[in-house]
């Protein structure tokens, strides 16, 4: 994080040294910042820099580099194949490129890197080719941080991957191929929520004055964000997992009886439950509500084996496909236990029913 963060109480360890509070007035106190950030970071006399107050105490001094977003990328297409470009692309907009750039020094860009250019601006939400020529591109993204908050981007992705569960679970009760393959549609669209929520981790770390711009208080959530959008991703990923399986077979019924179908669904349904309630339990921090998705993911533990137990007669490749869904869901089920665990970690940092934080001050009495 670019910045200096002073605490009330120690700094942190990559800001060991301590300063003065000197008095310059009745009512004004000063300190003087640290040559070595100032060098860094350009900072001379005469220069503004940004301060934001956060919880515990922490007063965030950020440079005037720091409140401008990292622009502009230039890509060497003569150093990259195909798959390289694309792939770098993506970085780059994680990392909060306003502009990218595609060049080549030796003659026009191959058919292969502009293929490789549009393929990366369909998986990307708001970007887009803004000028070509024969040896450059140029790609910008539209995207707004302020246009969006992390929390509203979870509860999407939460959405699309149920939606996707819940299309599968249709098409195996319903022998439909068609809702299948629509489940496994929206995959693409899992995949550029997941990407717009690290765009938006990356710049809210790098500049901490966008964390409020996208629903949060200080940067502290954002590693716990992280983990929680690719476990979302995964979700999804099983949702198309359970897409596929129902889509090998000709009739989309995997050749298992009514009865059985039902208690998919029903296991489906549960596990919907369950990732929507881990979820609501990350943007509520909310304690109780990871101790119900603690206690609902335990009545699921066995109902693979249950499931399984109870099959009639069937060849192997079949039983191999049920097998596959059921470890899908259950899998799903094990990622909306990792969201609440992380959701326990950042509800018990605050006061509550459960916990009361005291700082070194208030322990003694100063």
């Not at 300190?31 to 970071?41: I, K, S």
């Not at 994680?94 to 026009?108: A, H, K, Q, S, Y």
Request: aromatic share 4%.
């Amino acid at each position: 994080m670019t910045g200096v963060n002073l605490k009330s109480e120690h700094s942190q360890k990559a800001c060991m040294e301590t300063r003065k509070v000197q008095r310059l007035g009745p009512s004004t106190l000063a300190m003087t910042l640290p040559a070595e950030w100032t060098h860094e970071h350009n900072v001379e006399k005469g220069q503004e820099v940004s301060l934001r107050m956060g919880g515990k105490g922490t007063l965030t001094v950020l440079p005037e580099s720091a409140t401008t977003e990292d622009t502009e990328a230039t890509l060497r297409a003569d150093n990259l194949d195909a798959d390289g470009l694309e792939r770098a692309i993506l970085a780059q907009y994680v990392l909060g490129r306003r502009v990218i750039n595609v060049e080549t020094d030796e003659g026009p860009i191959s058919s292969e890197h502009i293929n490789a250019v549009y393929e990366a601006e369909s998986q990307l939400m708001g970007l887009g080719v803004i000028e070509e020529t024969p040896q450059s591109i140029a790609i910008r993204c539209s995207v707004d941080p302020e246009d969006f908050t992390l929390d509203n981007l979870l509860r999407r992705l939460e959405s699309t991957g149920s939606t996707m569960r819940g299309e599968a679970a249709k098409a195996l009760a319903h022998g439909n191929r068609d809702l299948a393959q629509r489940a496994l549609n929206r995959e693409r669209q899992a995949n550029k929520i997941f990407v717009l929520l690290l765009r938006l981790i990356f710049t809210s770390f790098q500049n901490p004055n966008l964390a409020r711009a996208v629903g949060l208080d200080s940067t502290f959530p954002l590693i716990g964000y992280r983990s929680v959008a690719k476990n979302l991703e995964l979700i999804a990923d099983n949702a198309e997992d359970i897409a596929e399986t129902i889509l090998e077979t000709e009739d989309a019924r995997l050749g298992v009886d009514s009865s059985t179908v039902r208690r998919i669904r029903e296991f489906t349904d549960q596990v919907d439950e369950l990732t929507e309630l881990a979820v609501d339990s990350i943007v509520e921090r909310d304690y109780n509500c990871t101790i119900e998705v603690r206690e609902q993911f335990a009545e699921l533990k066995d109902r693979e084996a249950e499931i399984l137990d109870d099959l009639e007669e069937m060849d192997n490749e079949s039983l191999l496909r049920v097998r596959e869904l059921l470890v899908s869901l259950q899998e799903t089920g094990q990622y909306a236990m990792r969201i609440a665990e992380i959701a326990a970690n950042l509800a018990l940092n605050q006061d509550n029913e459960f916990v009361t934080i005291t700082s070194g001050d208030q322990q003694t009495g100063n």
